[in-house]
Each structure stands twice: as C-alpha cells, then as structure tokens.
C-alpha cells in the first residue's frame, strides 16, 4: 500500500482511495464536502472523468458522486 498523499486528478478509473484529510485553501468547500459524506477515513474508487477532467465521478457510501475540479483539489487521499 503506498501512503503518500494524492490528489483525485493523480489517480485512474477503478482505483480506490481514502479520504486523508483537506487542503488549507478549501475552508469554504470542506463543510459541503464532510456533508456529502467525504470524512476522513472514507474510502471511495474512480468511476470515470469528463472528457476534459471536469468533473470526476466517485462512489462511496453506496452512492455516486460527482465533484469539480476545484472540490477534488481539497481533498487529500490516498491510494488504497
């Protein structure tokens, strides 16, 4: 298992992650993002990115949920 830290846009469809934790520059977006159920701890894989990367697709918890490049970058991962 490799424990660096990542980024959404650092992994490939079908890889999975685990939430690590969140960028200082995203206080504004890490309430909607820990509402949307993206704790620390949760572990999530890749379904698929838009044809130009914006947005990506993810599925944890049962669900599918879809982010923008900008609520991605927040988030702190990694690989599983």
Same mark, same amino acid.
Do not use: C, H, W
């Given at each position: +298992?490799?424990m660096?830290?990542?980024? %959404?846009?650092? %992994?490939?469809?079908?890889?999975k992650?685990? @939430?690590?934790?969140?960028?200082?520059?995203? $206080?504004?977006? $890490?309430?909607? %993002?820990l509402? +949307?159920?993206?704790?620390?701890g949760?572990?999530?894989?890749?379904? $698929?990115?838009?044809?130009?990367?914006?947005?990506?697709?993810?599925?944890?918890?049962g669900? =599918?949920?879809?982010l923008?490049?900008?609520e991605a970058?927040?988030? =702190?991962?990694?690989? @599983?």
């Open positions: +298992m490799d660096r830290i990542f980024s %959404l846009k650092d %992994l490939a469809i079908g890889d992650g685990r @939430v690590t934790g969140f960028s200082k520059q995203g $206080r504004a977006y $890490r309430k909607r %993002l509402a +949307m159920g993206l704790t620390p949760t572990e999530f894989s890749i379904v $698929r990115f838009a044809p130009l990367g914006d947005p990506v697709e993810i599925a944890l918890r669900f =599918s949920l879809t923008r490049k900008n970058d927040i988030l =702190s991962i990694e690989k @599983v």
